[in-house]
C-alpha cells in the first residue's frame, strides 16, 4: 500500500512540476497566428463542445419563428454579430480572419448547435475566442431574437440578407424621420 501510495505522490507531483514548466518557461505559444497542432485542437473543441452541451441542456427553448423576433434578431446580429461572423456573401472581416480559433460561419456551421446552445453561448460567451458574453447588457428576450435570425442563417442567401437589410435599414431610418419632427 506503501508503495501504491509513494508512486502516485510522486505521478502528481511530476504533473504539477510539468504544468509549472509549461506555464512559467514560456513553451506553449499563444499567439493567434500559431495554428493548433490536430490533437490539441480536438481536445479544445471537444472541450468546448461539451461544455455548451452539458450547460445548455436545462434551457428552455421558446418559439422561434415570428417575424418581428427574426427581424429584432437581425438588427442585434448586424450591430454585435456580423463583424466576426461573416453574413451570407460578405467578405470576412480583418478581424474575423485575425481570431483563432476562427468564429464560425453561421450561415454554414450554425446547424449543428441547439437553438438551446446558441443561447447559451451567444448570454455567456467563450473563454479565449473573442466571443463576448452578450448576457451582461442585452436581456433574455433580445438573446432568443438573436437566436431566432442565426437559425434562418443556413436557409438564407446573399441576395436575401441585402434584401432584409435594406428593407430594415429603410424602416429605421424612415422611424428616426418621424422621431426627429
Same mark, same amino acid.
Given at each position: ?18 504544468? &509549472? ?42 418559439? &422561434? ?102 428593407? &430594415? ?13
Amino acid at each position: 500500500m506503501k508503495i501504491v501510495s509513494v508512486t502516485l505522490g510522486t505521478i502528481i507531483a511530476l504533473g504539477i512540476l510539468m504544468v &509549472l514548466a509549461v506555464m512559467y518557461t514560456g513553451i506553449f505559444n499563444v499567439a493567434t497566428a500559431w495554428q493548433d497542432p490536430p490533437l490539441l485542437r480536438w481536445v479544445l473543441v471537444t472541450t468546448r463542445e461539451s461544455s455548451i452541451e452539458r450547460r445548455a441542456q436545462a434551457i428552455q427553448v421558446p418559439a &422561434l419563428d415570428r417575424v418581428k423576433q427574426i427581424e429584432n434578431g437581425f438588427r442585434s446580429y448586424r450591430e454585435m454579430c456580423a463583424i466576426c461572423h461573416t453574413p451570407p456573401g460578405g467578405k470576412q472581416s480583418p478581424l474575423a480572419k485575425g481570431l483563432n480559433p476562427e468564429p464560425p460561419d453561421l450561415s454554414e456551421d450554425e446547424d449543428h448547435m441547439s437553438a438551446a446552445g446558441l443561447f447559451w453561448v451567444i448570454k455567456h460567451g467563450i473563454r479565449m475566442t473573442g466571443m463576448p458574453a452578450w448576457g451582461p447588457t442585452h436581456d433574455d428576450t433580445e438573446l432568443w431574437d438573436i437566436v431566432a435570425f442565426v437559425k434562418t442563417l443556413p436557409e438564407m442567401s446573399a441576395a436575401d440578407y441585402r434584401t432584409l437589410d435594406s428593407r &430594415l435599414s429603410r424602416s429605421e431610418e424612415h422611424t428616426s424621420e418621424l422621431q426627429s419632427h
